[in-house]
């Protein structure tokens, strides 16, 4: 495994936190009239180096790197050499090295979820705010590409901080319009973002244009005044903090309303509660309660009815609750960029969802929509905190569904990436046999609460393709259909030899 060098910094003070070895990576797809190391560009050539020669180097440094300090990948565009990237960070990790790379995010995206998980910094370069400026000085239409990155940061697993940097060129963002511009397009990643700079222009790097024969596209544009550059920076920082101000005013009024919606479907019936209560009291999630407490819980969650149809989350909701059904089945889906719904998981009696997300504090991913009228617990976060955040019952559960969502979204992957028609289909099946099988005299009943077109939003498939296949296997001998909402799975060998 190699990758292409262009260049070393053994104590570089400007790239990410405290002191650090900047390796500057060769290639980068962009074009932006202000570079100033051209000869990065080209993909290949520059020094080969491999993993375990970056780290004979860092380890050469480590004693200067301090508590904050370590090693930043730069360019040119270190995404570009994923497979190189994500070799190198692993080994550095496992030495526990601080990882800082340098973005402008047009890199590889196979390795995104493989390499951002192991960064402490992303310097995140912001080259324009609009299509139209961003091709001009990239040459690249690729704005939308950017906010794609940056938009799905964290489901690529970043969990660290950005550091965002602008250069100014004089006459292109060096104005109030700008820096609004630059604060409303990092909005998606407010929550990582640590600080803003804005780079001044120079023309430093202009000669190299010269040596290298290849125009200066700004040539006579003057430096910008690093002055001036430092009261913009000042301006992006107090424009990003009041719309972090804002963005909080729109999360609790919508905190607010998410509370009132639970509240407004409160069960009405005194019975219905009090049956619902006494149920509760025996769930192992309430077994690391203190006695003289459990009521104090069960007086702070919310019993409510939510109808078929109604959603109980949606994507980008903070997380303030964690949701237990206790009878009826929620879908768990997102829309994927063809607009079509993908469902990840169906909840049941018992399966409860948004423990994850009150633990690290993350939005919901996806959305959470009734299939049949639900009966749910709403655990809300100062009772969760309260009572449940340090409960080894709690966490372990908490881990174990986890892991079986990772487990079943790997399966889901590799069903969507992998599978024909027909193995999708019996995929399905022997997905929902092991979740809702009911065994029966004729074989596996199949009782479902999803119609043809979200049996195939769940399996990847168009409500035809399934209902298609559906009707094959049934001609086949392998199931049968009794109306719309039941299956009975009759042959479950011929289902398994499908995805075996
Ligand atoms: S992204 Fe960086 S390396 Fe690539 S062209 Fe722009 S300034 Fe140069």
Known sequence: MKGFLHSIETMGLVDGPGTRTVFFLQGCPLRCAFCHNPDTLKRVGGQEITPQRVLEIVRRYKPYYGAEGGVTFSGGEP??????????????????????????????PTYYPKILPLVDTLILDVKAFDSESFEELTTING???YLDFITNLDSYGFQGQVWIRHVMVPGFTDNEQAMKGLVQTIKPINHRVDRIEILPYHTSGVKKYHELGIPYRLEGVEPMDTEKAKDFEILANKLFAESLR?????????????????????MASE???????????????????????????LNQVILSNIKAGDYIFKTGDSPDF???????????????????????????????????????????????????????????????????????????????????????????IQRLSTSNASMKTAGLLLKLVKRIGVEIDEGIRLELSM??????????????????????????????????????????????????
Not at 81 to 94: D, H, R, S
Not at 277 to 284: C, I
Request: aromatic content about 12%; some cysteine; glycine content about 6%.
């Open 79 to 108: 995404l570009l050499q994923g497979e190189f990237l994500y070799n190198t960070l692993e080994i550095l990790k496992q030495e526990g090295y601080n990882i800082c790379i340098d973005t402008s995010g047009f890199g590889n």
């Open 143 to 145: 704005f939308d590409t």
């Open 246 to 266: 804002q963005e909080r005013k729109e999360n609790e009024i919508k905190k607010q309303e998410h509370y009132k919606l639970l509240k407004d479907r409160e």
């Open 271 to 297: 019975e219905e509660r009090a049956e619902m209560l006494s149920q509760l009291k025996k769930l192992p999630l309430l077994s690391d309660v203190d006695k003289d407490d459990v009521e104090d819980v």
């Open 322 to 412: 964690m949701y237990l059904i206790y009878k009826g089945q929620m879908k768990i889906f997102n829309n994927t960029i063809d607009g079509e719904e993908q469902i990840f998981y169906i909840y049941r009696d018992g399966d409860f969802v948004g423990g994850l997300n009150l633990l690290v504090e993350t939005p919901y991913r996806y959305v959470g929509q009734a299939l049949t009228d639900c009966k749910v617990v709403a655990i809300p976060k100062v009772t969760f905190d309260r009572y449940f955040y340090d409960s080894p019952v709690v966490l372990r559960s908490v881990l174990v569904k986890s892991f079986e969502r990772i487990r079943w979204a790997e399966d889901l």
């Open 451 to 500: 119609n043809r077109e979200e049996l195939g939003n769940y399996s990847g498939l168009r409500r035809e393709t399934i209902t298609r296949k559906l009707g094959e296997f049934k001609e086949l001998g392998y199931i049968e259909l009794v109306g719309n909402k039941v299956i009975i799975v009759k042959d479950l060998e011929a289902l398994e030899s499908y995805v075996l």
